[in-house]
């Protein structure tokens, strides 16, 4: 079946330029994760959201990142006045219900944001 | 606070060879340990978890990996490389004592299987 997608694969901005990142989950899969991923590091949690609503976005390192899923299903990953420091790839993940924690995530290919 | 330590930034291992790529971790509760590759390119792959119950886990691609409570560990291995695995491989842990669900990752090992 069709795993998550995520859009653009890649996008380039410059300075102070507001940006949209959307990810399409799994089919089926209520829970959706956003990461960040710098070069040779591992990925880092920005924010958890549980159906419609953002259970846990303690990962969003400051108020110009911003996601939404008013569905339940497409996500989007809003960064307001970007910076240089922006510059990563963003990798969403998806996953059946949380309840327990035990369930694995699968990841999308990611987008790889520049900030020039 | 919860934290996964991967020593190695690269691993080295000749075709055919048995591999293990290092993983320890560091949590106040009980964990949940997953092992994810990385291939360039290409989204993180799953490959295994440790939930609970048997120390030594199965996985994709012929991989297992073996928790040690008491070590703190979550070794990745497997009896004969390919040449095909050579990728980034991930360790992550989620810590059952909080409320978080996020997985929490280490830096990643980069494993090279030559010919």
């Known amino acids: 079946g069709a795993g998550v997608s995520q859009t653009p694969s890649n996008k380039v901005t410059e300075k102070g330029k507001y940006v949209e990142l959307r990810c399409d989950p799994i089919?089926?899969?209520?829970?959706l994760y956003w990461y960040r991923q710098s070069l040779g590091q591992g990925p880092e949690f920005l924010i958890y959201?549980?159906?419609?609503?953002?259970?846990?976005d303690s990962g969003l390192p400051n108020d110009r990142f911003f996601a939404v899923r008013p569905e339940g299903s497409v996500s989007t990953l809003k960064i307001q006045r970007t910076e240089r420091g922006d510059s990563a790839v963003y990798l969403c993940?998806?996953?059946?219900?949380?309840?327990?924690?035990?369930?694995?995530?699968?990841f999308g290919p990611g987008t790889r944001l520049t900030v020039t | 606070a919860q934290s996964v330590a991967q020593p190695e930034d690269q691993v080295n291992v000749a075709e055919g060879n048995p591999l293990t790529v290092k993983c320890t971790y560091s949590?106040?509760?009980?964990?949940?340990l997953f092992w994810y590759v990385q291939y360039p390119n290409r989204g993180l792959q799953f490959l295994l978890k440790?939930?609970?119950?048997?120390?030594l886990v199965k996985g994709s691609y012929g991989f297992e990996a073996e928790f040690n409570k008491s070590q703190t560990s979550f070794h990745l291995k497997k009896p004969s490389a390919l040449v095909s695995d050579s990728a980034l491989y991930f360790c992550?842990?989620?810590?059952?004592?909080?409320?978080?669900?996020?997985?929490?990752f280490g830096k990643g090992t980069s494993l090279l299987v030559t010919p």
């Open positions: 993940a998806s996953s059946l219900t949380q309840a327990s924690g035990r369930g694995e995530q699968y």
């Open positions: 440790y939930i609970t119950g048997d120390n």
């Open positions: 089919s089926g899969h209520t829970a």
């Open positions: 949590v106040s509760g009980n964990p949940y």
């Open positions: 992550a842990v989620r810590d059952l004592s909080n409320s978080g669900y996020a997985l929490n």
């Open positions: 959201f549980q159906g419609t609503g953002a259970a846990d």
